[in-house]
């Protein structure tokens, strides 16, 4: 089953504008990670943050943890048509001997030039 | 570096017919193995994960198999495929410590 759901499912702006992208999920997690897909390629591993962490910064990423609202977003700025893309979120949680990864259904991004 | 190949990138299929895809790891030792499946459009779900060679679990009932005769191998199989085994098939790999997966670039299956 689905552990996250990213909003909103497809999100279209302009070059230069934020995108906010959010994701919520169920359970108790050990970190959460946001990936990145091209269209018919395979996923890229953007960010991570930990549990006991709130907010992480990797150049134009922004994420932010609420491990009480069970939520996290993903904040690309200064957008770019390269970041046209499918962004989603994984949970990362202990079980079975190692860390499984349950993603969402992600969010198609198109960012216009 | 580590890298990590999946083969083919395309692959269309009859019914009933078996299948095999590949997935190898370069560059590291003892990792993490994932098959995962993505229906047009949609997220990942996770198919198999593998922690060790000939150590296999399955998270859903299908019609798939999965086996790691090799550190660094590790194959998804079928030995009849259903219309329903259509999609983007993807390959990953992690370690231990619970740092980020990284993909495979996938393999498109079409069952016709």
């Known amino acids: 089953s689905q552990q996250g759901e990213e909003d909103p499912q497809a999100l279209s702006i302009q070059e230069g504008e934020n995108a906010t992208m959010n994701c919520s999920y169920k359970?108790?997690?050990?970190?959460l990670q946001w990936y990145r897909q091209n269209s018919g390629r395979g996923l890229v591993h953007l960010i991570l943050?930990?549990?006991?962490?709130r907010e992480k910064h990797s150049g134009r990423l922004r994420v932010t943890l609420d491990t009480s609202k069970k939520s996290s977003s993903l904040l690309i700025t200064a957008s770019r048509a390269a970041d046209t893309a499918s962004y989603f979120c994984?949970?990362?949680?202990?079980?079975?001997?190692?860390?499984?990864?349950?993603f969402g259904a992600g969010t198609r991004l198109a960012v216009h030039p | 570096s580590q890298t990590i190949h999946q083969w083919p990138a395309t692959l269309v299929q009859p019914v009933g017919s078996p299948l095999s895809l590949e997935c190898t790891v370069e560059?590291?030792?003892?990792?993490?193995l994932y098959w995962y499946r993505q229906a047009a459009g949609r997220g990942l779900q996770l198919l198999f994960y593998s922690v060790g060679i000939g150590q296999i679990s399955s998270e859903v009932p299908q019609n798939l198999s999965a086996s790691r005769p090799q550190d660094r191998q590790f194959i998804l199989s079928s030995k009849k495929l259903l219309l329903s085994d259509s999609g983007f098939y993807l390959c990953?790999?992690?370690?231990?410590?619970?740092?980020?997966?990284?993909f495979g670039s996938g393999t498109r299956l079409t069952v016709v």
């Open positions: 994984a949970t990362a949680m202990f079980s079975g001997g190692y860390n499984k990864l349950i």
């Open positions: 990953a790999w992690s370690n231990d410590r619970g740092y980020g997966y990284t």
């Open positions: 943050i930990r549990s006991n962490e």
């Open positions: 560059g590291t030792s003892n990792p993490n």
């Open positions: 359970t108790s997690i050990n970190n």
